[in-house]
């Protein structure tokens, strides 16, 4: 007997979009990279520009299996920061990088591990991005 396809539960949507309060969005002041932070195994953080900062705390991230957003632990800050300093294309068209923190709690389900630039910057790297389908 075949089961009643109406009767099953629908798959989990994917989320797509996450508010800025919702993963606890911060800035992080430069002064404080320089400081270990007691907490900081609870926070992943991501190097940016300005613009697309205040796009984040505005709009909020949208999240894409296509383009995902990559997230460090505080300990890849230093090599990211260096790896776009160094990069001249990057340089040439942004000056300035800031620095954000999200509270790795709030968006664990959605991360995957980026064995790529976990090795580039000597510390945990993953992709945020769209949790896969059940």
Same mark, same amino acid.
């Given at each position: ?5 109406? *009767?099953?539960?629908?798959?989990? +949507?994917? +989320?797509?979009?996450? $508010?800025?309060?919702? /993963?606890?969005?911060?800035? /992080?002041?430069?002064?404080? @990279?320089? !400081?270990?932070?007691? $907490?900081? #195994? ?20 949208? #999240? ?7 997230? *460090? ?7 990211? #920061? ?9 340089? #040439?068209?942004? $000056? ?7 509270? +790795?709690?709030? /968006?664990?389900? @959605? ?8 090795? !580039? ?6 992709? @945020?991005? *769209?949790?896969?389908? /059940?």
């Amino acid at each position: 007997m075949q089961a009643d396809l109406f *009767t099953a539960p629908l798959p989990a +949507r994917l +989320r797509q979009h996450l $508010n800025a309060q919702d /993963v606890r969005l911060a800035y /992080v002041p430069h002064g404080a @990279l320089k !400081q270990p932070h007691p $907490n900081a #195994l609870h926070w992943l953080y991501h190097v940016t520009t300005p613009d697309k900062a205040t796009s984040y705390f505005d709009h909020g991230i949208t #999240l894409s299996r296509k383009d995902p957003l990559l997230l *460090t632990e505080a300990a890849g800050i230093s090599a990211w #920061l260096g790896m776009l300093h160094s990069d001249s294309q990057h340089m #040439l068209r942004h $000056n300035q990088f800031c620095v954000l923190r999200l509270y +790795r709690k709030m /968006v664990i389900e @959605l991360l995957e591990a980026d064995a790529d630039q976990t090795t !580039q910057f000597q510390a945990p790297c993953y992709w @945020l991005t *769209t949790a896969p389908p /059940v």
